[in-house]
């Protein structure tokens, strides 16, 4: 008996040991073929000037998940304003990109039919529905949808979570994907639960493509790339609600916009400052992350914000 006890001990802290090593996806990864790191004041000089890019921002689903998880409410501005959890109304976005020289890109992917429809064949099993309350996501406009007569350049993704890889089946399996750096590589305990999906979603598609971010000279981001490498595309090191958390500023025919991702996912978040809760990595960098972005759009009150998943 004492023996048996003993092994089962062990077999715990085996387990205990062993679990944080699993990674988000076995999904094979590299660097990016695109993109060159630029400095805050080289994007800063661009970003208040019209660009080339067409911008437009499909809501592709809508999804309602507990407040808790999107809105830190043990945040103190939160706390003072009595903010508690419910469940609360969000939207799944596409981000429909089009550029003159370079082609149609995605940043996010919406959600295809196909997953909604079929949740399990495509990868989410039943732990997996149940968590992300699939019977609540009703779509729009599907990915398939959205795509119908386009033909894709790329997929930017903001990060991997589920919610914004839902559109994976309608994307060809010949599309660049591209994504922040060690996002599919850093290890969590939290990612056993979520890495058969997101392998099962990026299955047969094309290698994962990461960013080569460099510090930023003036210091006001983890870093930055110049995505086209002309100034109309910028994408933002914000590691934190994931690991390869990534926001982009776009400089669209009608001025600049930034797309948050999930740095930022609530508007009351955004008004007040408050980081995203239980589904974010690291409170304390989001929040600074966060902070960043907002001293931007202070600098340059031109920009328009996208945030995560509301108006
Ligand atoms: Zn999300």
Redesign the pocket.
């Known amino acids: 008996m004492k023996s048996q006890s003993r092994l089962l001990l062990t077999l715990g802290c085996m387990l205990v040991l062993f679990l944080p090593g699993c990674v988000l996806t076995n999904h094979p990864v590299g660097k990016a073929a695109i993109g060159k790191a630029c400095s805050s004041a080289e994007m800063e000089r661009l970003i208040d000037q019209p660009g080339p890019i067409e911008l437009e921002t499909i809501n592709s689903a809508d999804w309602s998940v507990s407040l808790a998880g999107?809105l830190n409410l043990n945040n103190p501005a939160a706390v003072q304003a009595g903010v508690t959890d419910r469940d609360e109304p969000?939207q799944?976005y596409a981000h429909m990109l089009k550029h003159p020289q370079y082609g149609n890109f995605l940043v996010d992917t919406g959600v295809s039919s196909k997953l909604v429809n079929d949740p399990g064949k495509e990868g989410l099993n039943w732990m997996i529905q149940k968590a992300m309350h699939i019977e609540k996501l009703h779509i729009n406009k599907s990915t398939g949808e959205i795509l119908q007569g386009i033909k894709l350049s790329g997929v930017f993704l903001?990060?991997l979570?589920l919610?914004?890889i839902a559109g994976m089946p309608d994307i060809a399996n010949d599309v660049p994907l591209y994504i922040g750096a060690s996002e599919s590589s850093h290890t969590s305990f939290k990612h056993m639960f979520v890495q058969g999906a997101t392998d099962q979603l990026l299955k047969d598609k094309q290698p994962l493509q990461e960013w080569s971010f460099q510090p930023d000279s003036q210091n006001r981001f983890e870093g930055i790339v110049d995505v086209f490498e002309d100034g109309s595309l910028f994408a933002i090191s914000v590691s934190s609600h994931t690991a390869g958390s990534t926001a982009f500023l776009i400089r669209t025919t009608r001025g600049p916009v930034l797309l948050s991702?999930?740095t930022c996912?609530t508007r009351w978040g955004w008004e007040h400052t408050v980081e995203p809760g239980d589904?974010t990595e690291d409170n304390a960098r989001n929040l600074q992350n966060l902070k960043r972005l907002k001293d931007l759009v202070a600098r340059h009150p031109e920009i328009e914000v996208r945030l995560?998943?509301q108006p």
Request: proline letters at 0%; zero cysteines.
């Open positions: 999107i969000v799944i903001s990060h979570h919610d914004h991702g999930d996912i589904f995560g998943h």
